[in-house]
């Protein structure tokens, strides 16, 4: 192929093959803008502050310190709630992306696992009640289809 059209075919094809995943950003960052190293360092949630913020794979985080935020810049994987920051049990049981709750939340495996809440309940109590290894399990493979920005 020559130099020109594999540059063009390139240039065509590029933006099909990148997917965007898509992220629950209520209130214009994940989690709602909670910290989400303050889920692991310090077992809960924390507010995030507008002076700590960054933006990875384009969308916002907010940090309650600038050592959450240099912590979480080291390791970003580590600290992005799993599902793009959607409702683990829907993912799993519904196979269907829910807006959460960013209170309720779960650490297992060291991944941030985040719920919705209605009327009728807390979801993590469904997640926790049930086969959790078999929903993550199904969860995984739901969000391979649902993560695409245009499902």
Same mark, same amino acid.
């Given at each position: 192929?020559? =130099?020109?059209?594999?540059?063009?075919?390139?240039?065509?094809?590029? =933006?099909?093959?990148?997917?965007?995943?898509d992220?629950n950003?209520?209130?214009?960052?994940?989690? @709602?803008?909670?910290?989400?190293?303050?889920?692991?360092? !310090?077992?809960?949630?924390?507010?995030?502050?507008s %002076?700590?913020?960054?933006?990875?794979?384009?969308?916002?985080?907010?940090?309650?310190?600038?050592?959450?935020?240099?912590?979480?810049?080291?390791?970003?994987k580590?600290?992005? =709630?799993?599902?793009?920051?959607?409702?683990?049990? +829907?993912?799993? +049981?519904?196979?269907?992306? %829910?807006?959460?709750?960013? @209170?309720?939340? @779960?650490?297992r495996?060291?991944?941030?696992?985040?719920?919705?809440?209605?009327?009728?309940?807390?979801k993590?109590?469904?997640?926790? !009640? /049930?086969d959790? %290894?078999?929903?993550q399990q %199904?969860?995984?493979?739901?969000? /391979?289809?649902?993560?695409?920005?245009?499902?």
């Amino acid at each position: 192929m020559k =130099p020109i059209l594999l540059f063009l075919f390139l240039g065509i094809s590029t =933006p099909f093959l990148a997917q965007k995943i898509d992220y629950n950003t209520q209130k214009g960052f994940i989690a @709602e803008g909670y910290d989400v190293v303050s889920y692991f360092t !310090e077992k809960k949630p924390l507010e995030g502050k507008s %002076k700590f913020q960054t933006t990875i794979d384009g969308v916002k985080f907010k940090f309650s310190s600038k050592e959450n935020l240099d912590l979480f810049n080291i390791n970003p994987k580590k600290y992005i =709630p799993q599902y793009g920051g959607y409702c683990a049990y +829907a993912v799993g +049981a519904k196979n269907i992306k %829910k807006a959460t709750n960013p @209170e309720s939340f @779960e650490i297992r495996d060291g991944k941030l696992y985040l719920f919705y809440t209605s009327f009728f309940g807390d979801k993590i109590e469904d997640w926790q !009640e /049930g086969d959790t %290894k078999k929903l993550q399990q %199904k969860a995984d493979k739901n969000w /391979g289809k649902l993560k695409n920005k245009n499902n």
